[in-house]
């Protein structure tokens, strides 16, 4: 069986569970301790397991009530137990939401029964957890896509931040970790799994290249285990990046990041000292956090943020962090996403992407829109939202690199000459005067929509002047065609 039909089984076993009152969420989060338990003992390190609470004994348990009532036990008592500490996190106020213990027995015994590898080298795991996270961020009545961002979006930023061996990324809203899962993921399919890093390298990326900060204890415990299964020991904090906490993060290399929505709880503004525009607007504040927090000595240190339509337009403190920003970084590109990928259907969204320099002004020049939401397709469960979307805005950004290429052929700089010379209507430069005669608004790039047929390809752009100098062309061959006839 594939991953996907794995991932397929499992989630499908929770229509089983409904009558025990279990939700979607629910469910992921009981399949977590379940999971791990199972993985514990196909990765071999169940020895950070209290022998009665390993897998081989629990499935060995005949009677139902036994089996319940030992896992219960186990939930309650193995957070304190264990001396690894990703076990201990992950187990930290676990309690199971399963009422009858048959629905256990049916669980333990659906994922004993999955043979994990598809041949002795191939681990699935990784693979099959993902699926499960974006099966329960899809499912609008579980909530999870408030920390779920789509997988196109995330690879796509992924590949064009270019992430190096030996360079220390973050996220501080991390979610499930996707964003930290795919920069390890990119860089492991460039470095032979990193087989080809000597052993002091291989143990950075392991244990300190990807690091995060969550505050949900469910999506921080589905972190924890997402990257167990992806092999990392990454550093995962549950917490707020608006608290002094935050400040503990600093001097990355880069930063991918989509920072929660809406306004901190009773509008209060963040407890941390550091920031010298205070705003009770949340992503603003995570804006503030995420630029501040990369290095400034090497001045290739960059973020891609993805941030609300308000984020570009919102006045007074909005305009101040926005000026700040474009002073402490060339804001070099800002993506305008198609509305409803992700979030309420009708939530507008951007990805910004940023360079920190080495000083503290005049950083940004110049800034590079592209409109992929004029005219855009509707995308939902008839048009799938693909990578494929993103081939002119890839093209575009990279100066000529195609999408099937980037992972290969780019490394991350921006090229000014190349990007002026990609001819496509959605593709458009503004100078950093012309941003300030519209008050350091960045609400702009959008182009009118009689420009772009409604029927053309996001990927590939029309030329308006070319096509009626054809049509003109077309028209005057049939004229002479007809004067020849008559003639």
């Not at 000026?323 to 409803?340: E, F, I, Q, S």
Request: hydrophobic share 35%.
């Amino acid at each position: 069986m594939s991953a996907e039909q794995i991932a397929k089984k499992l989630w499908e076993l929770c229509n089983v569970l409904r009558d025990d009152g279990v939700t979607y969420h629910q469910y992921l989060n009981e399949l977590t301790y379940i999971l791990f338990l199972r993985l514990s003992e196909v990765k071999k390190f169940d020895q950070d397991i209290p022998e009665k609470y390993r897998w081989t004994n629990l499935k060995e348990i005949t009677d139902n009530k036994e089996l319940f009532d030992t896992y219960r036990d186990l939930l309650a008592n193995l957070g304190s137990l264990s001396t690894n500490e990703t076990i201990t996190e992950i187990y930290t106020n676990a309690a199971t939401t399963l009422r009858k213990p048959v629905n256990l027995r049916t669980l333990i015994t659906n994922i004993d029964q999955i043979d994990w590898f598809e041949d002795e080298e191939q681990d699935k795991i990784a693979s099959i957890y993902e699926e499960l996270l974006e099966k329960n961020a899809g499912e609008k009545k579980s909530g999870a896509g408030q920390y779920f961002t789509p997988r196109p979006l995330i690879n796509v930023m992924v590949d064009l931040m270019a992430p190096k061996v030996g360079e220390r990324w973050n996220d501080p809203a991390a979610g499930t970790f996707g964003f930290m899962i795919a920069a390890n993921e990119y860089l492991r399919r460039k470095h032979d799994d990193y087989y080809e890093l000597n052993e002091k390298e291989r143990s950075f990326q392991v244990n300190e290249a990807f690091s995060g900060c969550e505050l949900v204890q469910d999506a921080h415990r589905l972190a924890l285990m997402n990257a167990k299964l992806h092999g990392l020991e990454s550093r995962i904090e549950m917490g707020d990046s608006m608290t002094e906490l935050g400040k503990t993060f600093k001097n990355y290399d880069g930063v991918l990041a989509n920072p929660p929505f809406g306004t901190k709880q009773g509008g209060e503004r963040p407890t941390r000292d550091d920031f010298t525009i205070k705003t009770s607007n949340k992503q603003l504040n995570f804006l503030q956090h995420i630029y501040r927090s990369l290095r400034r000595d090497t001045g290739k240190a960059r973020a891609a943020v993805v941030l609300p339509d308000n984020v570009l337009f919102e006045d007074n403190d909005g305009q101040k962090i926005r000026r700040d920003l474009m002073d402490k970084c060339d804001l070099h590109t800002v993506l305008r996403l198609p509305t409803g990928i992700f979030y309420a259907a009708g939530v507008k969204t951007n990805v910004l992407f940023f360079t920190r320099g080495k000083s503290e002004t005049g950083n940004t020049k110049r800034v590079w829109f592209y409109d992929m939401r004029t005219n855009a397709p509707s995308y939902g469960k008839r048009t799938q939202f693909t990578r494929e979307a993103f081939a002119g805005f890839v093209k575009a950004y990279t100066g000529g690199v195609a999408l099937d290429a980037v992972k290969d052929q780019y490394d991350g700089a921006v090229d000014e000459d190349k990007r002026s010379s990609i001819e496509d209507p959605r593709w458009q430069v503004f100078t950093r005067e012309q941003i300030a005669a519209k008050n350091d608004s960045l609400d702009i790039g959008l182009i009118e929509d009689e420009k772009i047929s409604k029927n053309a390809d996001l990927g590939q752009p029309l030329d308006i002047a070319k096509q009626a100098a054809d049509e003109l062309d077309a028209i005057k061959k049939e004229l002479d065609r007809i004067i020849a006839l008559l003639g």
